[in-house]
């Protein structure tokens, strides 16, 4: 339901042109008013590969997360014996740097999707 602070605006276009604004607005993910309001005011339209590239940090991200698990449940196992030489740490500071990855992921999503 429209918002009563927005007010409509009637423009004449060709049954192309309506096509096209139609195939634009399907293409970016947005209403045709939502599509003609962003062009109207000169805002960014979204990407239309934007929700695939989106969908790809997702798995991306899920995938760390799986990584992460295996190494903690590796760890907890025993299944890596600390050597005098590196007692743990490098197995340590990788499931680290995996946390931070995927919280930079993440944050990025986030800022994708809200574009």
């Known amino acids: 339901m429209p918002s009563k602070d927005l007010y409509p605006v009637i423009s004449y276009i060709s049954h ?6 139609k195939t ?6 947005l209403t045709v008013s939502a599509l003609v309001r962003r062009l109207v005011t000169g805002k960014e339209l979204p ?4 929700k695939e ?3 790809d940090l997702v798995k991306v991200s899920a995938d760390l997360a ?24 490098d197995i340590e500071s ?3 740097e995996i946390r931070q990855t995927q919280a930079a992921l993440k944050t990025k999503i986030i800022v994708f999707a809200a574009i």
């Open 16 to 21: 192309n042109e309506k096509s096209e604004i």
């Open 53 to 55: 590239d989106i969908r």
């Open 94 to 96: 990788l499931v680290l």
């Open 66 to 89: 799986r990584l992460g698990n295996l190494f903690k449940m590796a760890i907890d196992d025993g299944a890596f014996e600390a050597t005098q030489h590196n007692k743990g740490t």
């Open 47 to 50: 990407d239309a590969n934007r």
């Open 24 to 29: 634009l607005a399907k293409q970016t993910n």
